[in-house]
């Protein structure tokens, strides 16, 4: 196991008095620089910037940074939430780490495709199949990993095989791996 334990910080970001959303940061007693072309190979949506030796993600609406020596999560709802949620974080950074021999590292910059672009590879038919009111609903939800795109059925059909595939070439899907 790489992260053994950290310390916890918790707080209500300055620019934010009184607001009822926490940041959580995880200070790290080991560096994870090594882990963040690993994670940049395997998360959904993850920005690598290797200047700064950070990789960033959005998640079910939390903006997540990875740096070499500390894990921070904001728009927390609370101290409970927080701490569920770093534990999660710390957790994938160990499983990714246990993994590596089987991960190629990713070390390019790439950019987070928009709304739009997934939309556009989408049926666009509003069924409503995934649950979703509409296909840019859904685009919405795919581009920050809050649905995997097995959720569109119509996407399964043969004929959209093509379609199916363009998607896949824009979003790296980690299955099993959450947070
Ligand atoms: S199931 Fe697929 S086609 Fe139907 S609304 Fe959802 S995303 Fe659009």
């Given amino acids: ?10 707080f209500t970001p300055p620019c934010e008095p009184g607001a009822e959303r926490f940041t959580a940061v995880a200070h790290l007693p080991v ?3 090594e882990v963040l072309p690993l ?5 959904r949506g993850a920005v690598h910037h290797p200047g700064a030796q950070a990789l960033t993600w959005k998640k079910e ?3 997540i940074a990875f740096h070499a020596d500390r894990i921070a999560t904001g728009n927390v709802e609370d101290r409970d939430a927080a701490i ?24 390019e910059t790439h950019q987070r495709p928009t709304p739009m672009a997934v ?3 989408l049926p666009q038919t509003n069924c409503r199949r995934c649950g979703e009111p509409t296909c840019f609903t859904f685009a919405l ?4 990993a809050q649905r995997p795109l097995e959720d569109c059925p119509v996407l399964l059909e043969p004929d959209r095989a093509e ?7 824009i979003i790296v899907d980690a299955p099993g791996i959450g947070g």
């Fill in 1 to 10: 196991m790489l992260i053994k334990d950290y310390e916890l910080e918790i």
């Fill in 31 to 33: 560096s994870i620089s």
């Fill in 39 to 43: 994670l940049n190979a395997t998360l």
């Fill in 61 to 63: 609406g939390h903006n």
């Fill in 84 to 107: 569920r949620k770093l534990e999660g974080l710390v957790d994938l950074v160990n499983r990714t780490w246990e993994r590596r021999d089987q991960i190629e590292p990713d070390h």
């Fill in 119 to 121: 939309y556009q590879l």
């Fill in 141 to 144: 939800k795919l581009t920050v």
């Fill in 163 to 169: 379609q199916r595939a363009e998607l896949e070439a």
